[in-house]
């Protein structure tokens, strides 16, 4: 993936290309977490890390209790669920 992502930002250069999204990573992730290990590779390549923002919204009211319980069953919940009981000093 380093070689992969290293070429395509040269090829890029080339093509005058400004910016290349690596499209997210945590800012503060848990020490020893998968999360952790994908904001280390994304910042090896010297980008800047800028803090955004993250929601849900339901579409099919549906299906939503099922998928929401799968992903708490699974994770404990999806990428919003765990930032957003995650404790404030974390």
Not at 23 to 41: D, H, N, Y
Not at 51 to 65: D, L, R, V
Request: aromatic share 14%; charged share 30%.
């Amino acid at each position: 993936m380093n070689l992969l992502h290293w070429e395509a930002i040269r090829r890029f250069r080339t093509l005058r290309v400004k910016r290349y999204d690596f499209v997210g990573t945590r800012i503060k992730p848990e020490k020893g977490s998968k999360q952790e290990g994908i904001k280390v590779f994304k910042a090896r390549f010297g980008g800047r890390l800028v803090q955004g923002y993250m929601w849900k919204y339901t579409f099919s009211s549906g299906e939503k209790p099922y998928l929401s319980l799968a992903a708490q069953v699974r994770n404990g919940g999806d990428i919003v669920d765990q930032e957003h009981y995650k404790p404030a000093n974390a």
